[in-house]
């Protein structure tokens, strides 16, 4: 079983940067499709980034050429920068991988 713990949430203000990370542990022999998913308040769970276990890579519309996904295998973490943040970028933020989510982390977005 994959555990999976995100860092790096915390409040910004619009138009600053954040970096998340998402640190795997337990079975992570095997190189996966991980991704970031957020969910802000009364809205369901969105795929924000995600990046397949062969390179590719895909983004929501709502964050291209804003948001970077990478990760550094060696290292098992998958990353999230973030730039050009928006108020409604505001929402609470998982990894995931396969049917693991982690416990997300808060990120807030002042206008």
């Known amino acids: 079983q994959v555990q999976l713990v995100e860092s790096g949430g915390g409040l910004v203000q619009a138009g600053g940067s954040l970096r998340l990370s998402c640190a795997a542990s337990?079975?992570?022999?095997?190189?996966?499709?991980m991704g970031w998913y957020r969910q802000a308040p009364e809205k369901e769970r969105e795929l924000v980034a995600i990046q397949a276990n062969d390179g590719n890579i895909d983004y929501a519309d709502s964050v291209k050429g804003r948001f970077t996904i990478s990760r550094d295998n060696a290292k098992k973490t998958l990353y999230l920068q973030m730039s050009s943040l928006k108020p409604e970028d505001t929402a609470v933020y998982y990894c995931n991988r396969g049917p693991v989510y982690g416990q997300g982390t808060q990120v807030t977005v002042s206008s």
């Open positions: 337990g079975d992570t022999t095997c190189i996966s499709t």
